[in-house]
């Protein structure tokens, strides 16, 4: 499942500037995003974790279990975001079993990256 095939007509897309933060750790959340272009890096408590890229999904998360933010996101690159919020993002988790399945994927890999 390729999440940028199931945003790419969403009305709902964001631009940010190189430099510019997307969301800081301890923010509420709103918002899971989903990278169409360009890049975004993940910094947790001052220490980098990973860049994301095209296709990549960050923040759902707090869409999950409505806690803050875990980390600071900032674009790395001028990017365009989809932004799916939890009215949403629950449809896609009912109505689509292949999204769900891909939302836990990436959070397993997550999960295993964290315990290296």
């Known amino acids: ?3 940028l095939n199931l945003f790419k007509n969403s009305d709902n897309h964001e ?3 190189a430099g510019a933060t997307i969301f800081h750790q301890g923010d509420q959340g709103d918002y899971m995003y989903v990278v169409m272009e360009g890049e975004v890096d993940v910094i947790a408590d001052g220490k980098y974790i990973r860049t994301l890229k095209a296709g990549d999904i960050f923040g759902e998360m707090s869409l999950i279990d409505d806690a803050p933010r875990s980390a600071d996101t900032v674009a790395k690159t001028d ?3 989809a932004l ?3 009215r949403r993002f629950l449809f896609l988790v009912h109505e ?3 999204f769900a399945l891909h ?3 990436v959070m397993a890999r997550r999960l295993r990256d964290w315990q290296k």
């Open 79 to 81: 990017c365009v975001l």
């Open 96 to 98: 689509t079993p292949m």
């Open 103 to 105: 939302m836990l994927g």
């Open 84 to 86: 799916v919020d939890e």
């Open 15 to 17: 631009r940010f500037a």
């Open 1 to 3: 499942m390729n999440p």
